[in-house]
Protein backbone atom coordinates (compact mmCIF):
# COMPACT_ATOMS: atom_id res chain seq x y z
CA UNK A 1 0.00 0.00 0.00
CA UNK A 2 1.21 3.46 -0.69
CA UNK A 3 1.38 5.55 2.22
CA UNK A 4 1.41 9.62 2.41
CA UNK A 5 4.46 10.90 3.28
CA UNK A 6 5.91 14.38 3.19
CA UNK A 7 9.28 14.20 1.89
CA UNK A 8 11.72 15.48 4.99
CA UNK A 9 15.48 16.05 4.72
CA UNK A 10 17.18 13.67 7.39
CA UNK A 11 20.85 14.04 8.09
CA UNK A 12 20.78 12.26 11.33
CA UNK A 13 23.18 9.70 12.03
CA UNK A 14 22.35 6.15 12.84
CA UNK A 15 23.55 3.29 15.33
CA UNK A 16 22.35 0.73 13.00
CA UNK A 17 22.71 0.69 9.06
CA UNK A 18 21.98 -1.31 6.25
CA UNK A 19 23.71 -1.27 2.58
CA UNK A 20 22.01 -2.75 -0.28
CA UNK A 21 22.11 -2.07 -4.00
CA UNK A 22 18.21 -0.87 -3.36
CA UNK A 23 15.86 0.78 -0.95
CA UNK A 24 13.05 -0.77 0.34
CA UNK A 25 10.38 1.05 -1.22
CA UNK A 26 9.41 2.05 -5.28
CA UNK A 27 8.64 5.25 -6.04
CA UNK A 28 4.79 5.83 -7.30
CA UNK A 29 4.30 8.74 -9.24
CA UNK A 30 -0.14 9.45 -9.27
CA UNK A 31 -2.12 11.05 -12.00
CA UNK A 32 -1.85 14.41 -10.81
CA UNK A 33 1.78 14.06 -10.58
CA UNK A 34 2.31 13.13 -6.63
CA UNK A 35 4.98 11.12 -5.72
CA UNK A 36 4.80 8.68 -2.77
CA UNK A 37 6.95 5.35 -2.34
CA UNK A 38 5.44 1.76 -1.74
CA UNK A 39 7.42 -0.76 0.28
CA UNK A 40 8.81 -3.04 -2.38
CA UNK A 41 8.12 -6.69 -2.52
CA UNK A 42 10.50 -9.76 -2.04
CA UNK A 43 12.64 -11.28 1.06
CA UNK A 44 15.35 -8.96 1.68
CA UNK A 45 12.91 -6.19 2.80
CA UNK A 46 10.70 -8.45 4.75
CA UNK A 47 13.76 -9.73 6.45
CA UNK A 48 15.53 -6.55 7.43
CA UNK A 49 12.45 -4.02 8.11
CA UNK A 50 11.96 -5.47 11.81
CA UNK A 51 15.68 -5.48 12.72
CA UNK A 52 15.68 -1.91 11.03
CA UNK A 53 12.97 -0.59 13.06
CA UNK A 54 14.11 -2.37 16.64
CA UNK A 55 17.57 -0.50 16.17
CA UNK A 56 15.82 2.89 14.61
CA UNK A 57 18.05 2.26 11.78
CA UNK A 58 19.32 3.75 8.73
CA UNK A 59 18.82 2.10 5.08
CA UNK A 60 21.37 3.20 2.12
CA UNK A 61 20.50 2.22 -1.29
CA UNK A 62 19.91 3.20 -4.59
CA UNK A 63 15.82 4.76 -5.03
CA UNK A 64 15.63 2.82 -8.74
CA UNK A 65 15.82 5.82 -11.16
CA UNK A 66 19.31 6.93 -12.95
CA UNK A 67 20.44 10.69 -13.38
CA UNK A 68 18.34 11.75 -9.91
CA UNK A 69 20.16 13.04 -6.85
CA UNK A 70 17.52 12.38 -3.52
CA UNK A 71 17.75 14.05 -0.30
CA UNK A 72 17.63 11.87 2.68
CA UNK A 73 13.87 11.25 3.70
CA UNK A 74 11.67 9.48 6.26
CA UNK A 75 9.04 7.17 4.56
CA UNK A 76 6.97 4.74 7.35
CA UNK A 77 9.44 5.64 10.05
CA UNK A 78 12.47 4.13 8.17
CA UNK A 79 15.38 6.60 7.55
CA UNK A 80 16.18 6.19 4.24
CA UNK A 81 19.71 7.03 2.72
CA UNK A 82 19.35 7.48 -1.43
CA UNK A 83 22.65 6.64 -3.46
CA UNK A 84 22.60 8.22 -6.94
CA UNK A 85 23.62 5.93 -10.23
CA UNK A 86 24.15 7.46 -13.44
CA UNK A 87 22.39 5.84 -16.16
CA UNK A 88 26.40 4.69 -17.46
CA UNK A 89 26.85 3.23 -13.86
CA UNK A 90 23.34 1.19 -14.22
CA UNK A 91 24.68 0.03 -17.38
CA UNK A 92 27.77 -1.00 -16.05
CA UNK A 93 27.77 -1.67 -12.18
CA UNK A 94 24.44 -2.85 -12.33
CA UNK A 95 23.06 -4.47 -15.28
CA UNK A 96 27.00 -5.48 -16.20
CA UNK A 97 29.68 -6.49 -13.44
CA UNK A 98 26.68 -7.55 -10.55
CA UNK A 99 23.90 -8.93 -13.55
CA UNK A 100 26.60 -10.12 -16.43
CA UNK A 101 29.68 -11.01 -14.34
CA UNK A 102 28.82 -12.22 -11.02
CA UNK A 103 25.25 -13.22 -10.98
CA UNK A 104 26.22 -16.03 -13.78
CA UNK A 105 29.84 -16.44 -11.88
CA UNK A 106 28.47 -17.17 -8.70
CA UNK A 107 25.53 -19.79 -10.06
CA UNK A 108 27.99 -22.38 -11.21
CA UNK A 109 28.75 -20.38 -14.49
CA UNK A 110 24.91 -21.66 -16.04
CA UNK A 111 25.36 -18.56 -18.16
CA UNK A 112 28.49 -17.29 -19.55
CA UNK A 113 29.92 -14.48 -17.52
CA UNK A 114 31.66 -11.58 -19.54
CA UNK A 115 34.48 -9.87 -18.12
CA UNK A 116 34.86 -6.25 -19.05
CA UNK A 117 37.40 -4.12 -17.40
CA UNK A 118 34.92 -1.03 -17.67
CA UNK A 119 32.12 -2.73 -16.00
CA UNK A 120 34.67 -3.45 -13.05
CA UNK A 121 35.93 0.34 -13.09
CA UNK A 122 32.38 1.16 -12.39
CA UNK A 123 31.83 -1.16 -9.46
CA UNK A 124 34.57 -0.33 -7.96
CA UNK A 125 33.27 3.82 -8.12
CA UNK A 126 29.82 2.66 -7.28
CA UNK A 127 30.88 0.31 -4.43
CA UNK A 128 32.67 3.37 -3.13
CA UNK A 129 29.78 5.70 -3.30
CA UNK A 130 27.95 3.38 -1.24
CA UNK A 131 30.97 3.36 1.40
CA UNK A 132 31.14 6.95 1.64
CA UNK A 133 27.40 7.43 1.69
CA UNK A 134 27.67 4.42 4.45
CA UNK A 135 30.37 6.45 6.46
CA UNK A 136 28.51 9.38 6.89
CA UNK A 137 25.42 8.04 8.15
CA UNK A 138 27.04 6.03 10.94
CA UNK A 139 26.94 6.83 14.49
CA UNK A 140 30.48 6.44 16.46
CA UNK A 141 30.68 2.37 16.54
CA UNK A 142 28.05 1.75 15.15
CA UNK A 143 26.78 -1.81 13.35
CA UNK A 144 26.85 -1.76 9.59
CA UNK A 145 25.08 -4.49 7.51
CA UNK A 146 25.84 -4.60 4.09
CA UNK A 147 23.85 -6.87 1.62
CA UNK A 148 24.51 -9.17 -1.46
CA UNK A 149 26.92 -9.53 -4.33
CA UNK A 150 26.66 -6.26 -5.75
CA UNK A 151 28.55 -4.00 -2.64
CA UNK A 152 31.82 -6.76 -1.94
CA UNK A 153 34.20 -4.04 -1.95
CA UNK A 154 32.03 -2.04 0.73
CA UNK A 155 33.21 -3.67 3.75
CA UNK A 156 36.96 -3.11 3.00
CA UNK A 157 36.41 0.42 1.71
CA UNK A 158 34.12 1.32 4.33
CA UNK A 159 36.42 0.21 7.36
CA UNK A 160 39.35 2.28 5.71
CA UNK A 161 36.84 5.00 6.47
CA UNK A 162 35.44 4.34 9.75
CA UNK A 163 37.80 1.82 11.63
CA UNK A 164 35.43 2.33 14.59
CA UNK A 165 32.73 0.38 12.98
CA UNK A 166 31.32 -2.97 13.32
CA UNK A 167 30.59 -4.31 9.56
CA UNK A 168 28.62 -7.18 8.62
CA UNK A 169 28.27 -8.55 5.14
CA UNK A 170 25.59 -11.19 3.70
CA UNK A 171 25.57 -12.59 0.23
CA UNK A 172 22.47 -13.50 -0.60
CA UNK A 173 23.68 -15.86 -3.52
CA UNK A 174 25.62 -19.07 -4.09
CA UNK A 175 29.29 -18.26 -3.40
CA UNK A 176 30.87 -20.84 -6.13
CA UNK A 177 34.09 -23.19 -5.77
CA UNK A 178 37.50 -22.02 -6.37
CA UNK A 179 37.52 -23.51 -9.24
CA UNK A 180 35.16 -20.99 -10.78
CA UNK A 181 35.89 -18.45 -8.73
CA UNK A 182 39.34 -17.97 -10.13
CA UNK A 183 38.44 -17.13 -13.44
CA UNK A 184 37.41 -13.60 -12.10
CA UNK A 185 40.31 -11.44 -13.12
CA UNK A 186 39.72 -9.28 -10.44
CA UNK A 187 39.59 -12.06 -7.53
CA UNK A 188 42.44 -10.69 -5.11
CA UNK A 189 40.07 -7.20 -4.93
CA UNK A 190 36.41 -9.10 -4.51
CA UNK A 191 37.99 -11.76 -1.41
CA UNK A 192 40.01 -8.50 -0.01
CA UNK A 193 36.56 -6.41 0.00
CA UNK A 194 34.92 -9.03 1.75
CA UNK A 195 37.33 -9.22 4.55
CA UNK A 196 36.83 -5.99 5.71
CA UNK A 197 33.59 -6.81 7.36
CA UNK A 198 34.16 -8.75 11.01
CA UNK A 199 31.25 -11.20 10.24
CA UNK A 200 30.77 -13.03 6.32
CA UNK A 201 27.86 -14.78 6.52
CA UNK A 202 26.64 -17.07 3.46
CA UNK A 203 23.26 -18.97 2.97
CA UNK A 204 25.02 -22.50 3.28
CA UNK A 205 28.53 -23.83 5.12
CA UNK A 206 29.90 -24.81 2.25
CA UNK A 207 29.76 -20.92 0.63
CA UNK A 208 31.74 -19.94 4.03
CA UNK A 209 34.06 -23.39 2.98
CA UNK A 210 34.50 -22.17 -0.37
CA UNK A 211 35.44 -18.55 0.54
CA UNK A 212 38.02 -19.63 3.62
CA UNK A 213 39.81 -22.07 0.85
CA UNK A 214 40.05 -18.45 -1.68
CA UNK A 215 41.11 -16.44 1.83
CA UNK A 216 44.26 -19.33 2.21
CA UNK A 217 45.07 -19.68 -1.51
CA UNK A 218 44.99 -16.46 -2.76
CA UNK A 219 45.53 -14.23 0.03
CA UNK A 220 48.18 -16.64 1.92
CA UNK A 221 46.29 -15.61 4.87
CA UNK A 222 45.58 -18.53 7.45
CA UNK A 223 42.20 -19.44 8.35
CA UNK A 224 41.33 -21.57 11.68
CA UNK A 225 37.93 -23.57 11.73
CA UNK A 226 35.74 -19.72 10.79
CA UNK A 227 38.23 -17.42 11.51
CA UNK A 228 40.57 -15.55 9.84
CA UNK A 229 43.32 -13.76 11.26
CA UNK A 230 44.74 -10.56 9.34
CA UNK A 231 47.96 -8.75 9.04
CA UNK A 232 46.69 -6.52 11.34
CA UNK A 233 45.70 -8.70 14.49
CA UNK A 234 41.35 -8.39 13.58
CA UNK A 235 39.83 -11.10 13.37
CA UNK A 236 36.83 -11.72 10.67
CA UNK A 237 34.65 -14.63 10.14
CA UNK A 238 32.94 -16.57 7.37
CA UNK A 239 29.63 -18.46 8.76
CA UNK A 240 26.47 -19.93 7.22
CA UNK A 241 23.13 -18.11 7.92
CA UNK A 242 20.60 -19.47 6.09
CA UNK A 243 18.11 -16.94 5.04
CA UNK A 244 14.31 -17.66 5.37
CA UNK A 245 10.54 -15.55 5.73
CA UNK A 246 8.26 -14.63 7.97
CA UNK A 247 6.21 -17.96 8.12
CA UNK A 248 3.81 -16.32 10.04
CA UNK A 249 2.11 -13.59 7.92
CA UNK A 250 2.06 -15.82 5.24
CA UNK A 251 0.51 -18.54 6.94
CA UNK A 252 -2.10 -15.62 7.94
CA UNK A 253 -2.44 -14.43 4.71
CA UNK A 254 -3.21 -17.98 3.52
CA UNK A 255 -5.74 -18.02 6.26
CA UNK A 256 -7.76 -14.85 4.82
CA UNK A 257 -11.26 -15.43 3.80
CA UNK A 258 -10.85 -13.46 0.23
CA UNK A 259 -7.59 -15.51 -0.03
CA UNK A 260 -9.46 -18.96 0.45
CA UNK A 261 -12.09 -17.49 -1.55
CA UNK A 262 -9.53 -16.46 -4.65
CA UNK A 263 -7.59 -19.65 -4.33
CA UNK A 264 -10.76 -21.77 -5.05
CA UNK A 265 -11.76 -19.62 -8.03
CA UNK A 266 -8.30 -20.27 -9.30
CA UNK A 267 -9.02 -23.78 -9.34
CA UNK A 268 -12.14 -23.03 -10.85
CA UNK A 269 -10.81 -20.78 -13.61
CA UNK A 270 -8.44 -23.55 -14.56
CA UNK A 271 -11.38 -26.48 -14.96
CA UNK A 272 -11.23 -27.91 -11.64
CA UNK A 273 -8.49 -29.63 -12.69
CA UNK A 274 -7.59 -33.26 -10.49
CA UNK A 275 -4.16 -32.27 -10.13
CA UNK A 276 -2.45 -28.52 -10.42
CA UNK A 277 1.47 -28.08 -10.83
CA UNK A 278 2.93 -24.56 -10.20
CA UNK A 279 6.16 -22.46 -10.68
CA UNK A 280 6.38 -19.52 -9.20
CA UNK A 281 9.96 -17.61 -10.30
CA UNK A 282 11.63 -14.40 -11.29
CA UNK A 283 12.17 -14.96 -14.80
CA UNK A 284 16.03 -15.99 -14.53
CA UNK A 285 17.98 -18.85 -16.16
CA UNK A 286 19.51 -20.04 -12.48
CA UNK A 287 15.63 -20.86 -11.81
CA UNK A 288 15.45 -24.21 -14.24
CA UNK A 289 11.78 -23.09 -15.71
CA UNK A 290 12.79 -24.79 -19.26
CA UNK A 291 13.53 -28.16 -17.65
CA UNK A 292 10.65 -28.25 -15.66
CA UNK A 293 8.16 -27.14 -18.40
CA UNK A 294 10.04 -29.74 -20.58
CA UNK A 295 9.31 -32.34 -18.16
CA UNK A 296 5.97 -31.95 -18.01
CA UNK A 297 5.41 -31.51 -22.06
CA UNK A 298 6.86 -34.88 -22.16
CA UNK A 299 4.95 -36.24 -19.40
CA UNK A 300 2.00 -35.32 -21.18
CA UNK A 301 2.85 -36.40 -24.55
CA UNK A 302 3.91 -40.09 -23.54
CA UNK A 303 0.31 -39.88 -21.64
CA UNK A 304 1.82 -40.23 -18.06
CA UNK A 305 -0.28 -37.30 -17.09
CA UNK A 306 -3.90 -37.01 -18.21
CA UNK A 307 -4.16 -32.98 -20.06
CA UNK A 308 -7.70 -33.48 -19.00
CA UNK A 309 -6.64 -33.74 -15.45
CA UNK A 310 -3.81 -31.75 -14.63
CA UNK A 311 -2.39 -27.99 -15.38
CA UNK A 312 0.57 -26.61 -15.35
CA UNK A 313 0.69 -23.03 -13.91
CA UNK A 314 4.13 -21.26 -14.53
CA UNK A 315 4.40 -17.61 -13.32
CA UNK A 316 7.38 -15.88 -14.56
CA UNK A 317 8.51 -12.32 -13.18
CA UNK A 318 10.17 -10.00 -15.40
CA UNK A 319 13.34 -9.23 -14.15
CA UNK A 320 16.36 -7.67 -15.56
CA UNK A 321 15.08 -6.83 -18.82
CA UNK A 322 17.46 -5.27 -20.16
CA UNK A 323 19.92 -7.50 -20.08
CA UNK A 324 20.84 -9.51 -23.31
CA UNK A 325 20.89 -13.33 -21.48
CA UNK A 326 17.02 -12.38 -19.72
CA UNK A 327 15.70 -11.44 -23.06
CA UNK A 328 16.68 -14.22 -24.68
CA UNK A 329 15.37 -16.77 -22.06
CA UNK A 330 12.11 -14.57 -22.34
CA UNK A 331 12.03 -15.74 -26.11
CA UNK A 332 12.82 -19.16 -25.48
CA UNK A 333 10.68 -20.01 -22.94
CA UNK A 334 7.81 -18.07 -24.72
CA UNK A 335 8.30 -20.58 -27.51
CA UNK A 336 8.42 -23.53 -25.40
CA UNK A 337 5.43 -23.04 -24.05
CA UNK A 338 3.68 -21.99 -27.43
CA UNK A 339 4.97 -25.30 -28.78
CA UNK A 340 3.82 -27.35 -25.98
CA UNK A 341 0.16 -25.97 -26.30
CA UNK A 342 -0.11 -26.02 -29.85
CA UNK A 343 1.14 -29.63 -29.12
CA UNK A 344 -0.88 -30.85 -26.68
CA UNK A 345 -3.97 -27.71 -25.34
CA UNK A 346 -7.02 -27.93 -26.60
CA UNK A 347 -9.84 -25.01 -27.14
CA UNK A 348 -9.93 -23.14 -23.90
CA UNK A 349 -7.93 -25.86 -22.36
CA UNK A 350 -3.78 -25.22 -22.51
CA UNK A 351 -1.89 -27.57 -21.02
CA UNK A 352 0.26 -24.71 -19.27
CA UNK A 353 -0.84 -21.42 -18.14
CA UNK A 354 1.96 -19.31 -18.69
CA UNK A 355 2.08 -15.74 -17.11
CA UNK A 356 4.86 -13.71 -17.51
CA UNK A 357 3.66 -10.57 -14.80
CA UNK A 358 4.35 -9.71 -11.13
CA UNK A 359 1.34 -10.56 -8.93
CA UNK A 360 0.67 -8.62 -5.19
CA UNK A 361 1.56 -10.68 -2.48
CA UNK A 362 -1.96 -12.25 -1.46
CA UNK A 363 -2.44 -13.11 -5.08
CA UNK A 364 1.23 -15.19 -4.31
CA UNK A 365 -0.46 -16.48 -1.61
CA UNK A 366 -3.72 -17.66 -3.01
CA UNK A 367 -1.58 -19.16 -5.83
CA UNK A 368 0.56 -21.48 -3.35
CA UNK A 369 -3.15 -23.06 -1.80
CA UNK A 370 -4.77 -23.83 -4.85
CA UNK A 371 -1.83 -25.75 -6.10
CA UNK A 372 -1.17 -29.20 -5.31
CA UNK A 373 2.47 -30.08 -6.65
CA UNK A 374 4.99 -26.98 -6.45
CA UNK A 375 7.85 -27.36 -9.05
CA UNK A 376 11.07 -25.63 -7.95
CA UNK A 377 13.97 -26.67 -10.13
CA UNK A 378 16.60 -23.91 -9.69
CA UNK A 379 19.78 -25.12 -11.05
CA UNK A 380 21.65 -23.25 -8.32
CA UNK A 381 19.97 -20.91 -6.03
CA UNK A 382 21.05 -19.31 -2.75
CA UNK A 383 18.32 -20.86 -1.21
CA UNK A 384 14.74 -19.91 -2.54
CA UNK A 385 12.17 -18.14 -0.54
CA UNK A 386 9.52 -19.39 -2.92
CA UNK A 387 9.60 -22.95 -1.90
CA UNK A 388 9.63 -21.57 2.03
CA UNK A 389 6.57 -19.37 1.26
CA UNK A 390 4.33 -22.61 -0.21
CA UNK A 391 5.45 -24.76 2.76
CA UNK A 392 4.65 -21.94 5.05
CA UNK A 393 0.84 -21.46 3.18
CA UNK A 394 -0.36 -25.11 3.59
CA UNK A 395 -2.16 -24.32 6.81
CA UNK A 396 -3.87 -28.02 5.32
CA UNK A 397 -0.77 -29.91 5.30
CA UNK A 398 -1.45 -30.69 2.23
CA UNK A 399 0.31 -30.02 -1.07
CA UNK A 400 4.00 -31.62 -2.46
CA UNK A 401 6.68 -30.00 -3.18
CA UNK A 402 9.04 -30.68 -5.95
CA UNK A 403 12.83 -29.32 -5.23
CA UNK A 404 15.78 -29.38 -6.76
CA UNK A 405 19.33 -30.72 -4.94
CA UNK A 406 20.66 -27.25 -6.02
CA UNK A 407 18.43 -24.76 -4.02
CA UNK A 408 19.53 -23.73 -0.84
CA UNK A 409 16.85 -24.88 0.74
CA UNK A 410 17.28 -28.78 -0.16
CA UNK A 411 19.55 -28.58 2.93
CA UNK A 412 16.48 -27.93 5.17
CA UNK A 413 13.36 -29.21 3.08
CA UNK A 414 14.84 -32.70 3.47
CA UNK A 415 10.90 -34.52 2.92
CA UNK A 416 10.59 -32.43 -0.35
CA UNK A 417 10.95 -34.76 -3.75
CA UNK A 418 14.50 -33.88 -3.97
CA UNK A 419 15.60 -33.49 -7.94
CA UNK A 420 18.94 -32.66 -10.16
CA UNK A 421 16.85 -30.65 -12.42
CA UNK A 422 19.59 -31.40 -15.07
CA UNK A 423 18.11 -35.44 -15.43
CA UNK A 424 14.93 -34.59 -17.54
CA UNK A 425 13.93 -38.07 -16.59
CA UNK A 426 14.63 -37.87 -12.58
CA UNK A 427 12.25 -34.91 -12.04
CA UNK A 428 9.79 -36.74 -14.80
CA UNK A 429 9.51 -39.80 -12.00
CA UNK A 430 9.69 -37.27 -9.31
CA UNK A 431 6.37 -35.41 -10.45
CA UNK A 432 4.66 -38.19 -11.12
CA UNK A 433 6.10 -39.68 -7.82
CA UNK A 434 4.73 -36.36 -6.33
CA UNK A 435 1.47 -36.67 -8.76
CA UNK A 436 0.43 -40.32 -6.89
CA UNK A 437 1.77 -40.22 -3.61
CA UNK A 438 -0.49 -40.69 -0.76
CA UNK A 439 -2.04 -37.99 1.24
CA UNK A 440 -0.94 -39.67 4.39
CA UNK A 441 2.75 -39.63 2.66
CA UNK A 442 2.38 -35.94 1.76
CA UNK A 443 0.80 -34.71 5.27
CA UNK A 444 4.14 -36.78 6.77
CA UNK A 445 6.59 -34.86 4.61
CA UNK A 446 4.59 -31.53 4.77
CA UNK A 447 4.13 -31.75 8.26
CA UNK A 448 8.37 -31.94 8.99
CA UNK A 449 8.83 -28.95 6.22
CA UNK A 450 6.60 -26.97 8.40
CA UNK A 451 8.41 -27.24 11.64
CA UNK A 452 11.19 -26.39 9.84
CA UNK A 453 10.25 -23.70 8.42
CA UNK A 454 8.48 -22.36 11.55
CA UNK A 455 11.16 -22.81 13.87
CA UNK A 456 13.99 -21.35 11.48
CA UNK A 457 11.55 -18.14 10.32
CA UNK A 458 13.14 -14.64 9.37
CA UNK A 459 13.66 -13.72 12.72
CA UNK A 460 15.69 -16.51 13.69
CA UNK A 461 18.42 -15.36 10.80
CA UNK A 462 18.25 -12.22 11.40
CA UNK A 463 18.68 -12.53 15.24
CA UNK A 464 21.36 -14.72 15.04
CA UNK A 465 23.39 -12.78 12.25
CA UNK A 466 22.72 -9.61 14.51
CA UNK A 467 23.97 -11.53 17.99
CA UNK A 468 26.88 -13.27 16.51
CA UNK A 469 27.99 -9.84 14.59
CA UNK A 470 27.32 -7.57 17.82
CA UNK A 471 28.78 -9.68 20.48
CA UNK A 472 31.96 -11.00 19.24
C1 LIG B 1 17.75 -14.07 -4.06
C2 LIG B 1 18.51 -15.39 -4.22
C3 LIG B 1 17.59 -16.14 -2.03
C4 LIG B 1 8.37 -13.37 -6.99
N1 LIG B 1 7.47 -12.99 -7.88
C5 LIG B 1 6.63 -12.17 -7.24
C6 LIG B 1 7.03 -12.06 -5.91
N2 LIG B 1 8.11 -12.81 -5.78
C7 LIG B 1 8.84 -12.96 -4.51
C8 LIG B 1 8.71 -14.36 -3.96
C9 LIG B 1 9.96 -14.44 -3.09
C10 LIG B 1 10.95 -13.56 -3.84
O1 LIG B 1 10.20 -12.75 -4.73
C11 LIG B 1 11.92 -14.40 -4.67
O2 LIG B 1 12.85 -14.94 -3.80
P1 LIG B 1 13.71 -16.24 -4.17
O3 LIG B 1 14.48 -16.62 -2.97
O4 LIG B 1 12.79 -17.32 -4.64
O5 LIG B 1 14.65 -15.83 -5.40
P2 LIG B 1 15.59 -14.53 -5.80
O6 LIG B 1 14.75 -13.39 -6.21
O7 LIG B 1 16.52 -15.04 -6.84
O8 LIG B 1 16.37 -14.14 -4.46
C12 LIG B 1 17.78 -16.52 -3.51
C13 LIG B 1 16.99 -14.74 -1.88
O9 LIG B 1 17.73 -13.77 -2.63
C14 LIG B 1 16.98 -14.29 -0.41
O10 LIG B 1 18.25 -14.35 0.16
O11 LIG B 1 16.70 -17.09 -1.46
O12 LIG B 1 18.51 -17.72 -3.60
O13 LIG B 1 18.68 -15.72 -5.60
O14 LIG B 1 9.74 -13.84 -1.84
O15 LIG B 1 7.49 -14.49 -3.27
N3 LIG B 1 6.38 -11.34 -4.97
C15 LIG B 1 5.26 -10.67 -5.38
N4 LIG B 1 4.83 -10.71 -6.68
C16 LIG B 1 5.46 -11.45 -7.63
O16 LIG B 1 5.04 -11.49 -8.78
N5 LIG B 1 4.58 -9.95 -4.48
Not at 205 to 231: C, H, M, S, W, Y
Not at 255 to 284: C, H, S, W, Y
Request: net charge negative; glycine share 6%.
Amino acid sequence: MARNRKETEQTDTASFVVVANRLPVDRVVHDDGSVDWRTSPGGLVTALEPVMRAHDGAWVGWHGAPDETLEPFTDGGLHLVPVELSATEVQEYYEGFSNGTLWPLYHDVVAFPEYHREWWDAYVAVNRRFAERAAAVADQDATVWVQDYQLQLVPQMLRELRPDLRIGFFLHIPFPPTELFLQLPWRRQLVAGLLGADLIGFQLPGGAQNFLRLVRGLLRIETKGDAVRLPDGRVARAQAYPISIDARAFESLAAEPEVETRAKQIREDLGNPRTMFLGVDRLDYTKGIKQRIRAFGELVAEGALDPEEVVFVQVATPSRERVEEYKLLRDEIDRLVGQLNGDLGRIGVPAITYLHTSYPRDEMVALYSAADIMVVTPLRDGMNLVAKEFVACRRDGEGALVLSEFAGAAKELKQAFLVNPYDINGLKSAMTEAASASPADLRRRMKAMRKQVFEHDIDHWANRFMKDLTEE
